[in-house]
């Protein structure tokens, strides 16, 4: 039997959820958002918050439903094949390519870049760097308990520190919300929507689905129903957190343009608020917990990574795995933190639809009684368009111009697909292809039990 858990066991377990999305350098993206959507900036960040906050609800949520082990069990059920390189591939993705030196990247724009001069950028992001990584190199070889226990500190610590800063910015803005750039004038909601793909929350919430669950079984909760009742309740203290923070990081950023302007990513944003109203030792403060918050999660993702790798090739130890990961994201750190995130949009374009495609399985997985086929149907469906996606918007990042047979493609996508330019063209098809292949596969297994019971 199940125990009863208590508002305090759910909160607990919510907020080391919270920690760790938050952890990696998220708040930058509301705060940019915010600069650029102006006056636009609720129905912006109300894309924003679907991806940003309801999707990886819906993947923690969907590894419970679903009863998988881990997420290489969900995806495996497209292949087994598939899903060894689908998951490698989402760990690479919040791990040594692009979340992990996001983390170390935010930490010296945020609380080191404010006091070193322009001149002394570059070498000061390669001490911080490598004082960073070295830190949580050295933890990660012999992960301990005292990393959660921070954790738990710095998440209260966050929420009261951005909270005395969002109510300041509420009760005295910095200025007035500027006219939105033009990528937010018509299309604010949908910019809003994929911008919300840069958090990698979704694709994270498919690795921390097991940890929640885990830290649930040990409250006493062992039950599927249970199990999964108690993962939507941890899950919305989680969600209720972070969608207040974002909004409240998006409307500061919306009126800190006049004072700030206009600045490439959101960093900058928050360090120059926490200056403008609190001086050097507030934004000091801000830092310090930012810094260390950013370090507990670049510790969480190292060991994450490492251990699956680890457990994929047993070859080559977990160790070395530590060592690899923490050098490859200090070279990619010192890139910066603009192009880090240029960067990363391709991997994400062709990455998320396939990855909120199988959270909707997951779901769905029951209705079309669990047939491979449904999997696969829709999957090779979402990654025709998602693929495309991601090279365009590679090329984009790279400014060249698209080859004759990629811009062919995507015209024949545009006059095709609905919402193809707000970067959804893949959602209409997925959704058709899982109901033909539903009535199919219900279909299928209807005659089966006749037939068995005719022979019968």
């Not at 449904?374 to 080859?403: M, Q």
Request: hydrophobic share 55%; proline share 4%; charged share 10%.
């Amino acid at each position: 039997m199940d125990s009863k858990l208590s508002f305090k066991s759910y909160a607990v377990v919510g907020m080391m959820l919270f920690a760790l999305f938050f952890g990696a350098g998220n708040l930058i993206f509301p705060a940019e958002l915010g600069q650029y959507a102006g006056t636009n900036v609720w129905i912006a960040i109300l894309g924003f918050l679907i991806t940003g906050v309801g999707l990886p609800l819906l993947g923690i949520l969907a590894i419970g439903f679903s009863k998988s082990n881990d997420l290489q069990d969900l995806s495996s059920r497209v292949h087994p094949l598939y899903g060894v390189i689908f998951t490698a591939v989402l760990y690479l993705t919040i791990g040594p390519l692009f979340a992990l030196p996001r983390t170390g990247a935010v930490s010296y724009e945020v609380g080191i870049a404010p006091f070193v001069g322009e001149a002394h950028a570059a070498i000061g992001l390669l001490v911080f760097s490598v004082v960073f990584f070295g830190i949580s190199l050295i933890v990660s070889l012999n992960p301990t308990k005292i990393v959660d226990s921070i954790g738990k500190i710095l998440s209260p610590a966050i929420l009261v520190t951005l909270g005395v800063l969002l109510v300041t910015a509420i009760v005295k803005p910095m200025g007035k919300q500027q006219v939105p750039e033009p990528v937010y004038t018509s299309d604010a909601f949908f910019t809003g929507f994929t911008e919300g793909y840069n958090t990698m929350d979704a694709l994270a919430s498919l690795v921390f689905g097991i940890i929640v669950i885990s830290a649930v079984r040990k409250m006493g909760v062992n039950s599927p129903k249970g199990v999964l009742t108690a993962t939507l309740k941890s899950g919305i203290v989680a969600a209720t957190l972070l969608a207040i923070v974002y909004t409240g990081i998006a409307y500061l950023g919306s009126t800190s343009t006049a004072a700030l302007g206009l600045l490439e990513t959101g960093g900058p944003v928050l360090s120059g608020a926490s200056d403008y109203y609190f001086g050097t030792l507030g934004a000091s403060l801000l830092a310090m917990i930012i810094i260390l918050a950013c370090l507990t999660t670049a510790i969480g993702l190292t060991v994450a990574n490492a251990g699956f790798f680890h457990k994929l090739t047993p070859k080559v130890s977990y160790k070395t795995y530590v060592f690899i990961f923490s050098a490859f994201s200090l070279v990619v750190t010192n890139a910066g933190l603009a192009n880090i995130i240029t960067y990363s949009i391709p991997v994400l374009m062709f990455l998320y639809p396939l990855a909120i495609v199988l959270i909707l399985l997951a779901f769905l997985s029951p209705l079309f009684r669990h047939a491979q086929f449904v999997y696969i149907s829709t999957t090779v469906v979402t990654f025709f368009v998602s693929v495309i996606d991601g090279l365009k918007a590679l090329t984009s990042s790279l400014n060249v111009a698209n080859p004759q047979w990629l811009q062919s493609i995507i015209d024949f996508y545009a006059n095709l697909l609905p919402l193809y330019s707000n970067g959804l063209g893949w959602f209409l098809p997925a959704i058709i292809v899982v109901a033909i292949t539903t009535v199919i596969a219900r279909s299928k297994k209807n005659v089966t039990v006749q037939a068995v019971q005719d022979n019968g």
